[in-house]
């Protein structure tokens, strides 16, 4: 799998419980559609950090980091280079 | 005055001055002011009649803050709906404020039609964000088209203050939600008696990361509008980080925030920002442990903290003066400037110091009531010591020291208190027995170091399979976020009272 399709799997597993026929897009924004909110995030970091094995400090769980299946992706090939 | 002067007095005086920051923009009080006289006529022409209700579903945005206003200046009365509501519940809202106009955006746009479909009073449904198309069909418009086809000139003012400014939506134990009735004249006492004790003035910057679903949160928009300073509009706490560069950058000097953001921010770093420009912080919903006041109080030492209570049935209630703060940090303080406030027990007589009742509230800020519900009004708002006037029975048990000074006690109901939020046990119950199989549920809170309760069901199932997750999915499709169990135990049985009904006190 690559890293977006393990994001788009754990967003879909853990947030994007709906029957409203949603589709994410890689580039939408997580807050903005609703996806998830602040303990929200708290579980994205723990899945980046126990699926990636990469420490994530305060200061990188920022939206330009975090806020949609595209950014996490760059952000995580970051950590892991 | 009206809660739309707020705007209008602050555009006249400081027309040019910084209103909102908020979705990158930096937008003056003309510029508001502008887009939402334009907005106003706009629903005018499209049928929006003085008194019709009309929700705003959508994020914190500025949108949503030019929504308000815009449909307060047409007449209306504006129902903010937290943009994480489900179908189902935000069906059940519309439908019973028999809202006429819906605001929405995003991913929620696409739940707009179906919503049309099932809610009979909605006329028509106005869409934004960035793909915001009209092609859902007849009835559907576009936010930027509404805005560029009227004029900026304001509208002939409809209202007085007599007239509804907003309903709030608040859980109740029977697990549907309640809209709590707010006339202009109670927004203008209670976000004028607010003001007062935080001394707020012009110069004030405030960062607002609470729903403006949420009473707090959007009382912080009223009454920096209201003293002409600027609101910093943030979508929610979910970015610490981002939010404390935007306190620096902004040069912040007011933060309202609730027990889970103030855990959050005392574990963060925050030597990487300078927030020395902060002049006050306040905490309500729920009580703030006394060693997190301390700990706030260390990092902050230059800020003031305000410990508060209140309700969305008076707004805001109580207040500690700041100079208390070391001698009681356990209390939530006096009644605001210009409430009383007393302590009743179960016959009626008020109690004396160290004795635990009801807690009572007298003044303005007592709201109408709740929205055509007079069975559940008649029990909360009951009459009052002069003709007419009635008097708010809080549910909130209190107890009061020597010298005045109020004590939150507990509840006299089960609803749980989770990140500042009112949790209905029977409305999250409701939904997880909607799930194929599940014979029992019981939904209680437990302590919970951020969350201040965290939500926790236990379920007996009907030999069937279900695991944790299958139960959360369920939920997370069918309730916002905050209502959602933190966690679920399976048991064969459940203590039953001699009834039949099930017992809650050995549950933990």
């Known amino acids: 799998m690559t890293i977006e399709e393990q994001i788009r799997q754990y967003i879909a597993d853990n947030f994007l419980f709906s029957d409203d026929g949603y589709q994410l897009s890689d580039d939408a924004s997580f807050l903005e559609e609703g996806i998830v909110d602040s303990t929200g995030v708290l579980e994205l970091v723990m899945f980046v950090e126990e699926t990636f094995d990469v420490m994530v400090e305060d200061e990188e769980i920022v939206p330009e980091s975090f806020d949609s299946v595209s950014r996490l992706a760059t952000y995580i090939r970051r950590k892991i280079a | 005055m009206l809660v739309q002067d707020f705007l209008q007095n602050s555009a006249e005086r400081f027309p040019d001055k910084a209103a909102l920051v908020c979705d ?8 508001v002011e502008a887009r939402a006289n334009r907005l106003a006529h706009a629903l005018i022409a499209h049928g929006v009649q003085r008194g019709d209700r009309v929700a705003i579903y959508l994020p914190n945005s500025v949108e949503a803050v030019v929504a308000i206003f815009g449909i307060l200046k047409a007449g209306g009365t504006f129902v903010v709906v937290n943009s994480t509501t489900k179908r189902d519940k935000l069906t059940y809202i519309l439908k019973n404020c028999r809202a006429t106009t819906l605001f929405t955006s995003g991913r929620n746009a696409s739940l707009a039609a179906k919503v049309h479909a099932a809610v009979p009073s909605l006329k028509f449904t106005v869409l934004s964000g960035k793909r915001a198309t009209t092609a859902a069909g007849d009835g559907f418009y576009t936010f930027d088209d509404l805005l560029a086809a009227y004029p900026a000139n304001r509208p002939a003012c409809p209202t007085i203050d007599q007239d509804l400014a907003c309903l709030i939506y608040t859980s109740g134990s029977t697990g549907d939600p309640k809209g709590v009735v707010e006339g202009h004249n109670n927004v203008v006492f209670a976000s004028g008696s607010i003001i007062q004790y935080l001394e707020n003035i012009a110069d004030d910057i405030v960062i607002n990361v609470l729903p403006l679903s949420f009473d707090y949160g959007l009382y912080q928009l009223l009454m920096v509008f209201r003293f002409g300073g600027t609101l910093v509009l943030e979508k929610s706490f979910a970015y610490p980080a981002a939010v404390l560069k935007k306190m620096e950058a ?31 912080i306040t905490n309500t919903a729920a009580a703030l442990p006394p060693s997190h006041i301390m700990e706030l109080r260390d990092k902050f030492p230059w800020a003031t903290l305000y410990s508060m209570y209140g309700l969305t049935e008076t707004k805001r209630t109580l207040y500690l003066p700041p100079d208390q703060l070391d001698k009681r940090p356990g209390s939530v303080g006096i009644a605001i400037p210009g409430t009383e406030v007393w302590i009743e027990d179960e016959e009626g007589n008020r109690v004396g110091p160290g004795l635990v009742g009801e807690l009572v509230i007298r003044g303005s800020h007592v709201m109408r009531g709740y929205w055509e519900n007079p069975k559940a009004t008649a029990e909360r708002y009951r009459p009052g010591p002069t003709p007419g006037e009635r008097v708010l029975y809080s549910g909130d048990l209190f107890k009061m020291d020597e010298e005045g000074y109020l004590y939150f006690v507990a509840r006299k109901d089960d609803i749980i208190k989770s990140r500042g939020e009112k949790v209905s046990p029977k409305e999250v119950e409701n939904v997880v027995y909607g799930i194929e199989g599940v014979v029992e549920v019981a939904v209680i809170g437990v302590p919970d170091p951020i969350l201040g309760e965290a939500i926790k069901a236990f379920v007996v199932l009907d030999n069937v399979a279900l695991t944790e997750k299958d139960i959360l999915r369920h939920c997370r499709a069918h309730m916002e976020n905050f209502l959602v169990p933190q966690h679920v135990e399976f048991r064969d049985s459940l203590p039953k009272t001699s009834s039949g009904k099930i017992k809650k006190t050995g549950l933990s």
């Open chain 2, 24 to 31: 990158g923009q930096r937008l003056t009080y003309a510029e």
């Open chain 2, 250 to 280: 902004e040069r912040v000097t007011g933060f309202p925030g609730v027990p889970t953001i103030f855990a959050i921010l005392l574990q963060t770093d925050l030597s990487p920002y300078d927030l020395s420009s902060l002049r006050y």
